[in-house]
């Protein structure tokens, strides 16, 4: 059975940090391309940060120099080090994993989803 359970999130003032933590498992964790996702109230779900299998990253132009992605292949746990947070950054962020692309077609599973509030 795959499980990917993210943990980290919660209440936090702007200009704050929170780290994301995302552990997977029924999967070959090192063969799978890392995503996160976040969808905010009203909106769709948009992509944030990836990280491929080889660790390329690639980062959402709206969050790109505050966020970081991340993955430590022996615990089977990805990252997502969220720093300089603005209101504009709640959301539920999921994880989510494929073994091809990294589009959300390409996407074979997701985690539950965790609440990030970001107060002003």
């Known amino acids: 059975q795959v499980q990917l359970v993210e943990s980290g999130g919660g209440l936090v003032q702007a200009g704050g940090s929170l780290r994301l933590s995302c552990a997977a498992s029924g999967i070959i964790f090192s063969i799978n391309n890392m995503v996160w996702y976040r969808q905010a109230p009203g909106k769709q779900r948009e992509l944030v940060a990836t990280?491929?299998?080889?660790?390329?990253?690639n980062y959402a132009d709206s969050v790109k120099g505050r966020f970081t992605i991340s993955r430590d292949n022996d615990k089977n746990t990805v990252y997502l080090q969220m720093n300089s947070l603005k209101p504009e950054d709640t959301a539920i962020y999921y994880c989510?994993?494929?073994?091809?692309?990294?589009?959300?077609?390409?996407?074979?599973?997701w985690g539950q989803g965790i609440h990030v509030t970001v107060s002003s």
């Open positions: 990280i491929t299998r080889g660790g390329s990253t």
């Open positions: 989510a994993s494929g073994t091809t692309a990294l589009d959300r077609e390409s996407i074979e599973y």
